[in-house]
């Protein structure tokens, strides 16, 4: 499966913003998915994972409340909510697909190209 991320972008804090992960192939809801980011100069962190239905979704601890993960297998689309954005936000967002979802980079095969979100104070 191929994945490009979009929606990135220079945003002010306390804004929002929704990321989009579109997927190339017929056999989208087979794959789980997961959302990481990573900011200059730091590792790649988990963000958020959700399973092939959609009905089933994790968060890293310290993402729960702002951060919404989606998915509209009609539109072979995973998406990622960001709600009141802060500086620390800023980094670059992976999304990464696989057969089952998990919170480390290694669990999966497959990623996108990454979207830059820069959060201005």
């Known amino acids: 499966v191929q994945l490009q991320a979009s929606g990135g972008g220079l945003v002010q804090a306390g804004g929002s913003l929704r990321l989009s992960c579109a997927a190339s192939?017929?056999?989208?809801?087979?794959?789980?998915f997961g959302w990481f980011r990573q900011a200059p100069g730091k590792e790649r962190e988990f963000v958020a994972g959700?399973?092939?239905?959609?009905?089933?979704?994790d968060y890293a601890e310290s993402m729960k409340g702002r951060f919404t993960i989606s998915r509209d297998n009609a539109k072979n689309t995973v998406y990622l909510l960001i709600n009141s954005l802060r500086p620390d936000d800023t980094a670059v967002y992976y999304c990464?697909?696989?057969?089952?979802?998990?919170?480390?980079?290694?669990?999966?095969?497959?990623w996108g190209q990454g979207t830059l979100v820069t959060v201005s104070s």
């Open positions: 990464a697909a696989d057969f089952s979802r998990g919170p480390t980079v290694d669990e999966y095969d497959f």
């Open positions: 959700i399973n092939g239905n959609g009905d089933s979704t």
């Open positions: 192939g017929r056999t989208f809801s087979a794959y789980a």
